[in-house]
């Protein structure tokens, strides 16, 4: 009760604050008058878009028969229109792997409740996104509805361009969602720290969204699966709440830390696990992009409550709902450091071209620590050296490839060639 009514009392202050913005006339000229006139649709409306196409080959002494492959791997799309001058909508449909998608629904009136699957979303297109931003000040701002969750790098360096390797850093892409988005409220601003000039300023991110469903947690990818995906509705027993606080000192320079922190329990699509199941990470972020040079880091620590009674229950879940119902971790943790430098600044330092040389090295283990009678498997313990190559010849087209030399703690190895093509406009 006292959540709802926290929540209740934050929509009140919304709509409060929402009735003094400026409104725009429909009807007459936009924006009001004193500044220039754009009163069609197609001046307020804004389109960007990123994609990727991706080659994998194969050799793991895992999974020794895993076949090599082709994978169109996303084309992402955003439209934004401009209601006023400070209020406005921002979508983003994804398009992944050119397959198809399958939601799911849970019928209670079913004697044990059943899982019931429906082909629905042809082609796997997703609305990631559909929210309203309210710009109060620089230093408040107010976005509502379905939205990114920006954590660590992965989510500030999204486009093909900014990332080295065909995908983004395991750390992130594995015992975390990435490509992390919920529905909430999203408090955001900057605040200046020099006067007349932009950097540096500390800029934050707070969020109250919906949870994770913890029956989707495994042994592999800790919490990552428990991003709600599966059911058409979001269950919001329990929300979560994040922060995300950075140090900006130059353009794509920063260095931060973020913090989350939610129940699980209450988002169960069955109520057959009552004991209460909080997560809570937290990360040390930097990005420094300094003319050849380009930079990354990142570590995270994440802890996870009852998670041997969470174990047991899981492993009595429906095999209808596809999920792993392996063990899970009470707590996981990862880092990674990676640097690249442009070679053809060395030949011809005024060339629009690019030419980065990287390496990333990595480490994490989504059984970091176990509870009970949980078994550490160290499979699950995985340290990945990466080295590779990409070519920008427009700075939003970029041609990739690269090696990775992955070792788990069982003393197996995984090793994976990629090339790969994006770009953004």
């Not at 754009?38 to 307020?44: K, V």
């Not at 934004?80 to 998608?101: A, M, N, Q």
């Not at 899970?328 to 071209?353: C, M, R, S, W």
Request: proline share 5%; charged share 20%; with cysteine.
């Amino acid at each position: 009760m006292g959540m709802r009514l926290r929540i209740l009392s934050l929509l009140v202050w919304v709509i409060l604050f929402a009735g003094r913005l400026p409104a725009a006339d429909p009807t007459g000229p936009y924006p009001p008058s004193g500044e220039p006139e754009t009163d069609t649709i197609p001046q307020r409306l804004r389109f960007s878009a990123y994609g990727a196409v991706n080659y994998y080959a194969f050799d793991w002494e895992t999974l020794p028969d895993k076949r090599n492959a082709f994978d169109p791997e996303r084309l992402n799309a955003y439209m934004y229109y401009t209601f006023s001058p400070k209020i406005e909508l921002k979508t983003e449909v994804e398009f992944e792997h050119g397959g198809t998608g399958v939601t799911m629904d849970f019928d209670p009136l079913e004697e044990f409740g059943e899982f019931e699957q429906e082909v629905e979303k042809g082609g796997e297109v997703v609305l990631e996104q559909i929210n309203l931003l309210f710009r109060f000040h620089p230093w408040l701002n107010l976005r509502v509805g379905r939205m990114r969750i920006y954590t660590g790098n992965a989510a500030n360096h999204d486009e093909p361009a900014e990332y080295f390797t065909a995908y983004r850093s395991e750390v992130e892409n594995t015992i975390l969602p990435l490509g992390w988005y919920e529905t909430g409220l999203e408090l955001s601003g900057d605040i200046p720290l020099a006067k007349d000039r932009e950097f540096p300023h500390l800029s934050y991110k707070a969020y109250l969204i919906s949870g994770l469903d913890n029956s989707a947690f495994n042994s592999a990818n800790w919490i990552r699966r428990g991003y709600q995906t599966r059911f058409e509705t979001i269950n919001a027993d329990n929300l979560a709440c994040a922060l995300r606080l950075d140090y900006v000192f130059g353009d794509e320079n920063e260095i931060g830390v973020t913090g989350y922190l939610g129940n699980t329990t209450g988002n169960r699509p069955k109520k057959d696990f009552t004991a209460p199941a909080w997560v809570g990470f937290g990360d040390l972020h930097f990005s420094m992009d300094h003319f050849p040079w380009r930079m990354r880091a990142y570590g995270m620590m994440g802890y996870l409550q009852n998670s041997e009674a969470l174990s047991a229950a899981n492993r009595n879940l429906s095999n209808n709902l596809n999920v792993k119902r392996t063990p899970v971790g009470e707590a996981a943790a990862g880092a990674y450091i990676e640097a690249a430098y442009d070679l053809l600044h060395l030949f011809n330092p005024k060339t629009g071209q690019r030419f980065y040389c990287f390496s990333r090295v990595e480490y994490y283990d989504s059984m970091f620590r176990t509870q009970g009678n949980v078994t550490n498997n160290p499979r699950y313990e995985r340290s990945v050296l990466n080295l590779g190559f990409n070519y920008l010849p427009l700075h939003n087209i970029v041609f990739k490839t690269h090696y990775a030399w992955r070792k788990l703690g069982s003393g197996e190895h995984e090793n994976t060639f990629t090339a790969g093509m994006g770009f953004d406009f």
